[in-house]
């Protein structure tokens, strides 16, 4: 037999990895609880009704289908035994293998207060999502129907918590549908009298750019009626609304429809490979890897994207950070990959080296933050260039001519006309409360 190659994930790490391994003479498993491969960094663009699922989601299945030496799998992995070699599925069904990629990727965290989770979603799957979309959306129905001033007014602001790019472009997206979407749909409110704020605990937005873009970032927000709430602690996240403490106070925004943008947690089978290696977890439940993105005493096991607390390793410099973005879990895909091979010839693993090509952000329409990374030093530009750039950007990157063609053809369409074509809720009775809006709020 062949050796088996396991890969547990297939967002960007898990998808690079099985991809370089395409010539590597073994048989490799890609296991998934979904079906589909996501561009996570357009996920937004679902909830907020600019693109529809299929856009930006591919079938894994498709996505091998000429690859012969790729085995896909729906199922979830809920154990590892690391000395048996061999990974339990939810269904106590259990697969074998010689070399193992976790890339599991990372979900909410809501810092130990999960109760949140049912009154403000986060943005990490296609459900979470359809989710956001239908509670913006029934927000507006909602206040269509309701008498109360007070009321409607709870019901027409909509609050960001986190200052992160998802937060930032929910922020100024929601702006946009408010203002330049909806008016003349309805008879009885007038959306550009929505209200959006943007929560963030730190001084300031996107933390991850320098100080004068992270600024830029906050003006372009302003400009498109987005209110920026900055060192603002969040408290409580009920029904009704959320609390926050800001250096003036304690202070309740009432609102419905609140998205949460402000934690991220490793995958909870971080904890299962801590449990079946003895390896260390950092505080967000990251797997602390070896340079080569091992894990310590099992070479055989590589952590690789989100759940990964990897450092890139440049001779001569200090480690540094691999930030959790995607162009980081596509590197450590291939990597692993490379190591792979590398062991199978019984040659030395290699540390891994992150190349940082920079960050970008989008604020909204022909607003965005650029932050590139080029041999001449920084290259850094916002508004309408940089926003241009973002835009092919991103399609260049979509999995598959079709998404980059529909994706190009919906954002044009869009930015002509203002419309957002994939404004269609199902299953409205579907909240958690199961309550109206208007109700909620007179409890």
């Not at 990372?106 to 949140?116: I, L, M, P």
Request: with cysteine; net charge neutral.
């Amino acid at each position: 037999m062949r050796p088996q190659v396991l890969i547990i994930g297939c967002g960007f790490g898990g998808l690079e990895a099985a991809r370089a391994l395409r010539a590597a003479d073994v048989d490799i498993t890609v296991v998934d609880k979904t079906n589909h491969h996501l561009f996570q960094p357009l996920l937004y663009q679902v909830a907020t009704a600019g693109l529809s699922a299929p856009s930006i989601a591919a079938p894994i299945r498709h996505l091998f289908r000429h690859q012969p030496n790729v085995t896909t799998l729906l199922g979830e992995v809920v154990a590892l035994d690391a000395r048996a070699r061999t990974a339990t599925l939810e269904d106590g069904s259990q697969l074998r293998w010689d070399h193992l990629i976790v890339a599991a990727g990372a979900t909410h965290s809501y810092f130990g207060r999960d109760d949140w989770a049912a009154f403000a979603p986060g943005l990490k799957t296609l459900q979470d999502a359809f989710e956001i979309r239908r509670r913006v959306l029934l927000a507006f129905e909602a206040a269509e129907r309701e008498d109360d001033p007070a009321m409607r007014a709870a019901l027409l602001q909509f609050v960001v918590v986190g200052g992160g790019p998802t937060g930032v472009e929910l922020a100024g997206t929601f702006a946009e549908i408010a203002r330049h979407t909806l008016p003349g749909e309805f008879r009885r409110i007038d959306p550009r009298q929505a209200r959006v704020l943007l929560v963030e605990g730190s001084p300031r937005v996107l933390q991850a750019m320098p100080e004068a873009l992270s600024e830029r970032a906050r003006e372009q927000l302003a400009a498109l009626g987005v209110e920026v709430r900055l060192g603002a602690r969040v408290t409580g996240i009920d029904a009704h609304g959320l609390d926050i403490t800001t250096a003036a106070g304690a202070e309740r925004l009432h609102s419905r429809c609140i998205v949460w943008a402000a934690g991220v947690a490793a995958s909870k089978l971080g904890q299962a490979l801590a449990e079946a290696t003895g390896c260390s977890l950092d505080r967000a439940g990251r797997v602390v890897v070896e340079p080569d993105l091992s894990v310590p005493g099992f070479p055989a096991i590589q952590v690789i994207g989100d759940l990964a607390a990897a450092h890139s390793h440049v001779p001569g410099r200090e480690p540094k950070a691999v930030p959790g973005v995607s162009p980081g879990a596509k590197q450590m895909g291939r990597h692993a990959a490379a190591n792979i091979v590398r062991r199978l010839r019984d040659q030395a693993a290699l540390p891994f080296r992150y190349r940082d090509y920079g960050n970008l952000a989008t604020i909204g329409r022909n607003s965005a933050v650029v932050d590139l990374g080029t041999p001449a030093g920084p290259l850094r530009f916002s508004g309408y260039p940089a926003w241009l750039f973002w835009l092919f950007a991103h399609v260049y990157f979509l999995i598959g001519f079709r998404n980059r063609f529909v994706v190009l053809l919906d954002w044009a369409w869009a930015y002509w006309t203002h419309d957002r074509h994939a404004r269609v809720v199902a299953d409205s009775a579907a909240d958690p409360s199961e309550a109206s809006p208007a109700r909620e709020l007179q409890a």
